[in-house]
T-cell receptor, first 114, second 110 residues
Framework: NAGVTQTPKFQVLKTGQSMTLQCAQDMNHEYMSWYRQDPGMGLRLIHY???????DQGEVPNGYNVSRSTTEDFPLRLLSAAPSQTSVYFC?????????????FGPGTRLLVL | GEDVEQSLFLSVREGDSSVINCTYTDSSSTYLYWYKQEPGAGLQLLTYIFSNMDMKQDQRLTVLLNKKDKHLSLRIADTQTGDSAIYFC??????????FGQGTELSVKP
């Protein structure tokens, strides 16, 4: 299994540009999430999905859209990039065993917005 | 909402024990987790503890949970330079809503 893959690894955008961060998992996990990581702030949840066709907002959803048309893919769209969206973005998928969830993280996408 | 707090830095000498601490506000999390992030990489699950347990040991790792004080700790015995990383505690809530602390950067000096 490839696990959780993310593309691109690095991206530079100009303010106002749009782009899509790709995330795919081949473990047939129901749950997928997007986080951003900023220095001194840990990981903050942007959006998450509990299954194909179902998405919900996390802690910091503004400026981002998601969709989940298949179990495998969970793309994150930046509608109009702003410098405040400069961050490292992590996608994760998870499965549940009873009440316990195990999350698997992708390697991250480093985004710089000028 | 839930808040999870960690100290930002810890420095130890190789061979010593490291203790990374975490406090949380919401006691409804069924599980509490420790993740490790090496430079330039994603997070990797280290270990977790069920909220009904007080302690869990896994080789060099010991997790202690004090439910009354809402305090979680991770002890790494015989710390090695390869343990240098950022360690995140997280409170798990259903549906992928994992709340993370800010991360503790562990530096191991030879």
């Amino acid at each position: 299994n490839a696990g959780v893959t993310q593309t691109p690894k690095f991206q530079v955008l100009k303010t106002g540009q749009s782009m899509t961060l790709q995330c795919a998992q081949d473990m047939n996990h129901e749950y997928m999430s997007w986080y951003r990581q900023d220095p001194g702030m840990g990981l903050r949840l942007i959006h998450y999905s509990v299954g194909a066709g179902i998405t919900d907002q996390g802690e910091v959803p503004n400026g981002y859209n998601v969709s989940r048309s298949t179990t495998e893919d969970f793309p994150l769209r930046l509608l109009s990039a702003a410098p405040s969206q400069t961050s490292v973005y992590f996608c994760a998928s998870s499965y549940k065993r009873g009440a316990q969830e195990t999350q698997y993280f992708g390697p991250g996408t480093r985004l710089l917005v000028l | 909402g839930e808040d999870v707090e960690q100290s930002l830095f810890l420095s130890v000498r190789e061979g010593d024990s490291s203790v990374i601490n975490c406090t949380y506000t919401d006691s409804s999390s069924t599980y509490l987790y420790w993740y490790k992030q090496e430079p330039g990489a994603g997070l990797q699950l280290l270990t977790y503890i069920f909220s009904n347990m007080d302690m869990k040991q896994d080789q060099r790792l010991t997790v202690l949970l004090n439910k009354k004080d809402k305090h979680l700790s991770l002890r790494i015995a015989d710390t090695q330079t390869g343990d240098s990383a950022i360690y995140f505690c997280a409170g798990g809530i259903q549906g992928g809503k994992l709340i993370f602390g800010q991360g503790t950067e562990l530096s191991v000096k030879p």
